[in-house]
């Protein structure tokens, strides 16, 4: 069982920057790769970025590359998503998810890929 628990969101103007943070509990943080995901009102949840579980690998959705840039710290069960050049049309609840993996360092953009989900932290981008 592994809970994950976001900070960091917040009100920012469009052009600026915000860091978002993951904690999971645990002690087998590097058994699973995490994900980052979004939710806009009246929108389905949808990918955003993702980090192998040594933090090797990571895969990034088209509307983020060259502007977000995932990371993760093992040592402190900890993956950041650095967000910036941030556009009105990022705002949403941000979720991070773990996606237990043994063997193997896959990436993976679907969310059905993931077991355990944060309960997200708003990120409101003004125009």
């Known amino acids: 069982q592994v809970q994950l628990v976001e900070s960091g969101g917040g009100l920012v103007q469009a052009g600026g920057s915000l860091r978002l943070s993951c904690a999971a509990s645990?002690?087998?943080?590097?058994?699973?790769?995490m994900g980052w995901f979004r939710q806009a009102p009246g929108k389905e949840r949808e990918f955003v970025a993702a980090?192998?579980?040594?933090?090797?690998?990571?895969y990034y959705a088209d509307s983020v590359k060259g502007r977000f840039t995932i990371s993760r710290d093992n040592a402190k069960n900890t993956v950041y998503l650095q967000m910036n050049s941030l556009k009105p049309e990022d705002t949403a609840v941000y979720y991070c998810a773990a996606d237990h993996q043994r063997f193997v360092e896959l990436v993976r953009r679907s969310l059905y890929e993931y077991d355990y989900w944060g309960q997200g932290t708003q990120v409101t981008v003004s125009s």
């Open positions: 645990g002690r087998t943080f590097s058994s699973y790769a």
């Open positions: 980090i192998s579980r040594s933090g090797g690998n990571t």
